[in-house]
């Protein structure tokens, strides 16, 4: 992305006046202001010149009694003045004053009473943007955060630039998300969500440029839409916040993945070019066959038929937590890992493979072949704690189970 450690080339254009901005028009078109007399540190320029002869040899001359001071009682000295400076760390010195180059790594003189020293950290640091609320281009209401990493590739300019330099990049990070994904619609953030990360991490660069900082990485979280676009043409799509082996893809390659993985263990062809997940349990009719009435008949059933050959296709165990309609938590298990498998209620004695967390009536729905395990799980309404494509091994006894029933 850009130069590691290497300051970044200076813009011609000109912005609103600040610290840093092009040298030459600040000085003929804002003469006295204070930034005036602030070296160009960007460029490794150092030098103040406007600093008289006067001050320049009083400067001098305190430092050099400091300097004999320091000599003369060095073994006392010594603990105080010697600073160790880490390969990460740069120490970011003020002489009198005045800014010098930053010095480390390895062993540091700073010199007492003259000297006012500040450490800064150039690994690499991470924070999130809670989800918030963004309004769309064509007027829909998404929710959307992000994860974004970010480094100090100056660490001068991270000190006289910004007073707090963590407050300030989160306060621009959110206004550049916000402002960012304001211009696209809902499809294109929900399709080109990897994309839209490296395009606002560009923009968050050019606000954070000037103060030593560099965005590594920018990882948006896509929410829940909380209302929907007022004219969509092309159908609705609504993809889950996070969805392992499908991050990398994007535009048509995520949609045609995501269209193949909802259409498992479906037979019957889409009507529509469109990705659309609905709510199953509501569009799909009335079975002939009667549905299990609670968790503990549908284990009944679920015994009834677990065999070797069905182990051998599934080799998982799976945990459920399941919460009742009274807000009563219980816990049930099906071991399809060795053996003939085996079910019940209660925990397992090991560490199951996947852990699935949904309400009862969702999990009856689900074992009856009304609710799909994927379509459950893009609509929230099914949480996965392991491999998403373990989990969807379940299909092979639903659809015994199916089969058994008609």
Request: with cysteine.
């Amino acid at each position: 992305m850009f130069g590691r450690y290497e300051p970044l080339p200076q813009r011609d254009s000109v912005r609103t006046p600040g610290l840093f901005v092009h040298r030459d028009t600040q000085r003929s078109s804002h003469r006295g202001l204070s930034y005036d007399y602030i070296p160009d540190v960007s460029g490794n320029d150092f030098t103040d010149s406007s600093q008289g002869w006067l001050s320049w040899t009083c400067n001098m001359v305190v430092i050099f009694l400091i300097y004999i001071c320091t000599f003369v009682t060095f073994p006392i000295t010594g603990w105080f003045v010697l600073k160790t400076v880490s390969n990460y760390q740069r120490i970011v010195v003020f002489r009198l004053g005045r800014v010098c180059p930053p010095k480390g790594p390895g062993i540091v003189l700073v010199l007492p009473l003259i000297d006012q020293w500040q450490k800064v950290d150039l690994r690499t640091r991470a924070f999130n943007i809670p989800p918030c609320q963004v309004t769309t281009q064509d007027d829909g209401l998404l929710s959307v955060g992000a994860d974004i990493q970010f480094r100090i590739w100056n660490p001068v300019l991270s000190v006289v630039s910004v007073q707090d330099l963590n407050a300030s990049t989160r306060m621009t990070a959110h206004s550049a998300l916000t402002h960012s994904l304001g211009k696209k619609t809902v499809r294109e953030i929900q399709t080109e969500r990897v994309k839209l990360g490296e395009y606002l991490g560009m923009d968050i660069n050019e606000m954070t440029q000037p103060w030593g900082l560099e965005v590594d990485r920018v990882e948006l979280t896509i929410g829940s839409l909380l209302k929907a676009p007022e004219e969509n043409p092309s159908g609705s799509l609504i993809m889950p916040p996070s969805v392992p082996g499908l991050e990398g893809l994007t535009g048509p390659i995520q949609q045609l993945a995501m269209h193949f993985l909802s259409r498992t263990g479906s037979s019957h062809p889409q009507q529509e070019d469109c990705i659309t997940f609905t709510d199953e349990l509501s569009s799909v009719p009335q079975a002939a066959v009667s549905t299990p009435s609670c968790v503990e008949d549908l284990l009944s059933q679920v015994k009834l038929l677990l065999s070797e050959n069905l182990v051998c296709k599934v080799g998982a165990c799976f945990q459920f937590d399941i919460s009742s309609g009274d807000g009563h938590q219980h816990s049930y298990f099906v071991d399809l890992s060795q053996g003939s498998g085996a079910v019940g209620a209660g925990s397992l004695c090991r560490e199951p493979d996947v852990t699935l967390s949904m309400s009862d009536r969702d999990l009856l729905a689900m074992f009856h072949g009304e609710l799909r395990p994927f379509a459950a799980y893009t609509s929230g309404r099914l949480k996965i704690q392991g491999d998403i494509t373990t989990a969807m091994k379940l299909e092979e006894l639903i659809n015994l189970l199916k089969n058994q029933s008609s």
